[in-house]
């Protein structure tokens, strides 16, 4: 599986990730949060920002099923899920749903944060249905 390489807009996400904390990028103009970082922002234009730590919260905005073809690394994982996730914060963010199967995955489910370790150094965010929904 590729490794994502940090650079210096998305540096404080990787780390946050890296802590197990999800942190989302804000402006420090106008306060507009935003995910995936970027070095400015779309609501004000401004180049400052900084990260707060989101709840890791939010719900199933969209999702897909990826049988394939896909590419070659991702191939031996097929089926999986690749789910658009709103956060609580409002911001929205790609990831993959954990020990969920895909007839289960709906819109609108909530879910929260867990983080995967893939090589000691990197931790990558995913996300489990809450206790709550899947009681």
């Given at each position: 599986m590729p490794i994502p390489v940090p650079n210096f807009d998305n540096a404080?996400?990787?780390e946050g990730c890296r802590q197990h904390e999800l942190r989302i990028q804000r402006c420090?103009?106008?306060?507009?949060l935003r995910h995936p970082?970027?070095?400015?922002?779309?609501?004000?234009?401004?180049?400052?920002s900084d990260w707060m730590r989101a709840s890791g919260r939010g719900s199933v905005f969209s999702f897909t099923i990826?049988?394939?073809?896909t590419l070659p690394v991702f191939q031996a994982q097929a089926p999986y899920n690749v789910v658009v996730v709103?956060?609580?914060e409002g911001p929205?963010?790609?990831?993959?749903?954990?020990?969920?199967r895909a007839e289960q995955i709906r819109i609108g489910v909530k879910v929260?944060?867990?983080?995967?370790?893939v090589d000691g150094t990197m931790s990558l965010p995913r996300f489990r249905v809450t206790a709550k929904e899947g009681a």
């Amino acid at each position: 599986m590729p490794i994502p390489v940090p650079n210096f807009d998305n540096a404080g996400f990787w780390e946050g990730c890296r802590q197990h904390e999800l942190r989302i990028q804000r402006c420090t103009a106008c306060g507009a949060l935003r995910h995936p970082p970027r070095p400015m922002c779309p609501h004000c234009g401004g180049v400052d920002s900084d990260w707060m730590r989101a709840s890791g919260r939010g719900s199933v905005f969209s999702f897909t099923i990826v049988h394939g073809p896909t590419l070659p690394v991702f191939q031996a994982q097929a089926p999986y899920n690749v789910v658009v996730v709103q956060l609580d914060e409002g911001p929205y963010i790609v990831s993959n749903l954990v020990d969920c199967r895909a007839e289960q995955i709906r819109i609108g489910v909530k879910v929260e944060v867990v983080f995967e370790g893939v090589d000691g150094t990197m931790s990558l965010p995913r996300f489990r249905v809450t206790a709550k929904e899947g009681a």
